[in-house]
T-cell receptor
Framework: NAGVTQTPKFRVLKTGQSMTLLCAQD?????MYWYRQDPGMGLRLIHY???????AKGEVPDGYNVSRLKKQNFLLGLESAAPSQTSVYFC????????????????FGPGTRLTVL | KNEVEQSPQNLTAQEGEFITINCSYS?????LHWLQQHPGGGIVSLFM???GKKKHGRLIATINIQEKHSSLHITASHPRDSAVYIC???????????FGPGTRLSVLP
């Protein structure tokens, strides 16, 4: 199993350009997430999905859009990149461990380092 | 909105020392997670817990739900333990994870 993969690993954009980050998982997980990690701050949730065809906003959704057309893929789009979107982006997927209590264990991709000039 | 704090921010230890990293959160949760982020950037899950104590090898995690506090202990620390340790709380059964800023640990030989 490849686990969670992210494409690309690095990207440099100019202000106003658009791009799509791809996250893929081969573990049949229902839940998928996009986070950004900035220096001195914790990971922050951008958008998440609890299943194919569904998405929801997280803590910092502005400037981003997502789609989950297939269960194994979660795409993050930047329509008009801004320097404030310079960050490291992590995708994660999780599955629910049923029981008492119920846990959701997260598996992370390797990250995408994005620089917007 | 849940706020997650960690202390210390940075920690340098000598090989063999006992290490404690603390995490506190502000609102009720369904579970707390400890994660490790290696210098290369990869993030792996170490523990998930909602009560009591768990142990994996030299790592021990405890949680006190009433006090909204968790600790991660590393016994007999080793240079390969050098990493950023991140506390995260799940306050909506997998639909909302809130992360602490991380504790950067350096273990010197």
């Amino acid at each position: 199993n490849a686990g969670v993969t992210q494409t690309p690993k690095f990207r440099v954009l100019k202000t106003g350009q658009s791009m799509t980050l791809l996250c893929a998982q081969d573990m049949n997980h229902e839940y998928m997430y996009w986070y950004r990690q900035d220096p001195g701050m914790g990971l922050r949730l951008i958008h998440y999905s609890v299943g194919e065809g569904t998405t929801a906003k997280g803590e910092v959704p502005d400037g981003y859009n997502v789609s989950r057309l297939k269960k194994q893929n979660f795409l993050l789009g930047l329509e008009s990149a801004a320097p404030s979107q310079t960050s490291v982006y992590f995708c994660a997927s999780s599955y629910t461990i049923q029981g008492t209590p119920t846990y959701n264990e997260q598996f992370f991709g390797p990250g995408t380092r994005l620089t917007v000039l | 909105k849940n706020e997650v704090e960690q202390s210390p921010q940075n920690l340098t230890a000598q090989e063999g020392e006992f290490i404690t990293i603390n995490c506190s959160y502000s609102v009720g949760i369904s579970a707390l997670h400890w994660l490790q982020q290696h210098p290369g950037g990869g993030i792996v899950s170490l523990f998930m817990l909602s009560s009591g104590k768990k142990k994996h090898g030299r790592l021990i995690a405890t949680i006190n739900i009433q006090e909204k506090h968790s600790s991660l202990h590393i016994t007999a620390s080793h240079p390969r333990d050098s990493a950023v340790y991140i506390c995260a709380v799940d306050d909506n059964y997998g639909q909302n994870f809130v992360f602490g800023p991380g504790t950067r640990l350096s273990v010197l030989p």
